[in-house]
């Protein structure tokens, strides 16, 4: 293989990588979109309805937003582009995977709400933190500040933790998902 030829074929593995991150981020950004929303709602709503009402809160919040990222995650299947399906399934089954740990955490370890949100929010930071490591560093920089944001509300705010969450971590996951679809538009 001559110098020419091994240049070509660097500019077309680039062109692949940046190609694929675009992907990555037009439906990573639509699932933080919906992650947001779900913490907004979900948090905002812990905060005002009876302690008695907040398991079936969440279990709505996050029933829903499931089956909304499952839909964006077969809508890419649809669309014919094999990098969208190849990076969709795996995505939301490692976030699936993620929420069911999290799940048997609570419930073998009969976690507080308190501290079930938190729990929740530390794996959400960790999850996005790896995903930056495979996707983009950008993403790895929301779960760091996720993580900073929870343990700072959770410690210094305790009354409002929920609240807190709701606005500055929903907000930040929105923002931050927009932000990712804008990105793939170039």
């Given at each position: 293989m001559d110098a020419r030829n091994a240049q070509d074929d660097l500019k077309a593995i680039r062109r692949i990588m940046h190609h694929t991150r675009?992907?990555?981020?037009?439906?990573?950004?639509?699932?933080?979109?919906?992650?947001?929303?779900?913490?907004?709602?979900?948090?905002?709503g812990q905060y005002f309805v009876p302690q008695d009402w907040v398991g079936w809160l969440w279990l709505a919040v996050n029933g829903s937003g499931l089956l909304l990222m499952a839909w964006?995650?077969?809508?890419?299947g649809r669309s014919g582009s094999g990098v969208k399906n190849q990076l969709s399934y795996p995505i939301f089954v490692f976030w699936l995977s993620l929420m069911i740990f999290d799940l048997l955490l609570i419930w073998l370890f009969d976690i507080s709400?308190?501290?079930?949100?938190?729990?929740?929010?530390?794996?959400?930071?960790?999850?996005?933190?790896?995903?930056?490591?495979?996707?983009?560093?950008?993403?790895?920089?929301?779960?760091?500040?996720?993580?900073?944001?929870?343990?700072?509300?959770?410690?210094?705010v305790p009354s409002h933790f929920s609240l807190v969450m709701g606005i500055l971590g929903g907000g930040l996951l929105i923002g931050s998902g927009l932000w990712l679809r804008r990105g793939t538009r170039s």
């Amino acid at each position: 293989m001559d110098a020419r030829n091994a240049q070509d074929d660097l500019k077309a593995i680039r062109r692949i990588m940046h190609h694929t991150r675009r992907r990555a981020g037009e439906h990573g950004g639509w699932y933080m979109i919906i992650a947001g929303f779900m913490w907004l709602f979900g948090f905002i709503g812990q905060y005002f309805v009876p302690q008695d009402w907040v398991g079936w809160l969440w279990l709505a919040v996050n029933g829903s937003g499931l089956l909304l990222m499952a839909w964006v995650t077969v809508q890419a299947g649809r669309s014919g582009s094999g990098v969208k399906n190849q990076l969709s399934y795996p995505i939301f089954v490692f976030w699936l995977s993620l929420m069911i740990f999290d799940l048997l955490l609570i419930w073998l370890f009969d976690i507080s709400w308190d501290m079930v949100g938190l729990l929740a929010l530390l794996t959400v930071a960790l999850g996005y933190v790896l995903m930056g490591i495979l996707y983009d560093w950008f993403i790895s920089v929301i779960g760091c500040a996720i993580a900073v944001l929870s343990v700072g509300a959770f410690l210094l705010v305790p009354s409002h933790f929920s609240l807190v969450m709701g606005i500055l971590g929903g907000g930040l996951l929105i923002g931050s998902g927009l932000w990712l679809r804008r990105g793939t538009r170039s």
